[in-house]
């Protein structure tokens, strides 16, 4: 079984700033280090859409929504990812989940099909 747990979310007004973590755990050896993990989110009424991902290399991708604003980064020691949101916006107000594709360690946006979800931070921006 792995675990992915989410902290961080919270209630900021435009134009500010919130760090989102995702601890990872379970049978899988240095989940964060080795796989393709994402930060993924839904808004209301809306599909979920992939946010950021981050390959076993450190290389990342983004989303052209939060390109620039956004930052997902990763300690694998500690078997941890974040997502250091900026400038944030009303529009950036969602779920945002943590997950991860074990198959690959390697991936896009596009190509990411995570087989592990956490349960999800709330992230809320008012105007």
């Known amino acids: 079984q792995v675990q992915l747990v989410e902290s961080g979310g919270g209630s900021v007004q435009a134009g500010g700033s919130l760090r989102l973590s995702c601890a990872g755990s379970?049978?899988?050896?240095?989940?964060?280090?080795?796989?393709?993990m994402g930060w993924f989110r839904q808004a209301p009424g809306k599909e979920r859409e992939g946010v950021a991902a981050i390959r076993d290399d450190g290389s990342t991708v983004y989303a052209d929504s939060v390109k620039g604003r956004f930052t997902i980064s990763k300690d694998n020691a500690k078997n941890t990812l974040f997502l250091q949101m900026t400038s944030l916006k009303p529009e950036d107000t969602a779920m945002y989940y943590c997950?991860?594709?074990?198959?690959?360690?390697?991936?896009?946006?596009?190509?990411?099909?995570?087989?592990?979800w956490g349960q999800g931070t709330q992230v809320a921006v008012s105007s």
């Open positions: 379970g049978y899988l050896y240095r989940i964060v280090q080795r796989n393709c």
């Open positions: 997950a991860t594709d074990t198959r690959r360690s390697r991936c896009t946006l596009s190509t990411i099909s995570p087989n592990y």
